[in-house]
């Protein structure tokens, strides 16, 4: 398949783009800027510019051919100002992208408590709030969809084990766990067209996907 990794550079991100050049895919790893290309290099992936906060045509041009966009975009500044460009309007952006370019399939990376944003501080809330805007907007898209609602995340080695459910009691995973779950999505047809949390568990990761309901 073709995928189109957006936030291809963040440290989720490249976990995904090394993953499916491992599993043969052609992968376009999306950029803010071309400036952005040493961040994946050595990776086996065609980089492309997919800012997601230029003009929404030059992302649906990027999208083209794309069988698959996965968005693992995200602030690197929780201010809300910020928050709101990429998190929700960047991500609404990216999902009217795929639609009108034809792409099937959409998946998501958000985070645990997206979807009852009202908790935490003010920069927690301005984040969940703004993530929850975009995957209701993704839910309510004509695309395939898949909201991967994730954990505290971590930089330690995955470990491949995993729990993922409708909903979880927070926790932590590693971002490579993340990468692999994201992975997982695509083949198994239970994550289609639903959000789920996940977090480190038990189960290996096709298990753990294949216990949704
Ligand atoms: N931190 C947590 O505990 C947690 C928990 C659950 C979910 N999440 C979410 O998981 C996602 C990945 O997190 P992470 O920590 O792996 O991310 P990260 O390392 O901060 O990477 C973020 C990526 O987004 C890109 N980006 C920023 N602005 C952009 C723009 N205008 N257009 C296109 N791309 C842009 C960055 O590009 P540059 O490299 O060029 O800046 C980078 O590739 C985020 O959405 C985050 O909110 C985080």
């Known amino acids: 398949m073709v995928i189109t990794v957006l936030g291809a550079s963040g440290r989720t991100g490249r ?27 050595g990776l086996a992936a065609i980089p492309v510019v997919t800012d997601l906060t230029a003009d929404p045509d030059e992302l649906v041009d990027a999208f083209a051919g794309s069988d698959v966009v996965i968005n693992c ?29 034809g792409v099937p399939r959409f998946v998501q990376l958000s985070a645990m408590f997206a979807d009852s944003p009202d908790q935490g501080d003010r920069l927690v809330r301005s984040i969940l ?34 729990a993922a459910a409708g909903h979880l009691d927070a926790g932590r995973i590693p971002r490579e766990d993340v990468a692999a779950v994201i992975l997982g999505c695509l083949i198994e047809a239970r994550t289609e067209n639903r959000g789920f949390d996940v977090r480190s568990g038990d189960l290996p990761v096709a298990a753990a996907l294949s216990t949704l309901d």
Do not use: C, F
């Not at 975009?73 to 992208?97: H, K």
């Not at 805007?133 to 491949?160: F, H, K, N, Q, Y």
């Open 15 to 41: 976990h995904v783009v090394r993953l499916l050049g491992r599993w043969g895919h052609t992968v376009r790893a999306g950029l803010r800027n071309r400036r952005r290309g040493e961040s994946v290099a």
């Open 73 to 101: 975009a995200g602030a690197a500044d929780p201010d809300p100002a910020a928050v709101n460009l990429i998190d929700r309007d960047g991500a609404i952006a990216a999902i009217r992208a795929a639609e009108r370019a």
């Open 129 to 162: 709030y703004a993530k929850q805007i975009s995957d209701s907007m993704l839910s309510r898209s004509s695309l395939v969809w898949t909201v991967v609602r994730a954990a505290t995340l971590t930089d330690e080695p995955g470990t491949g084990r995993i």
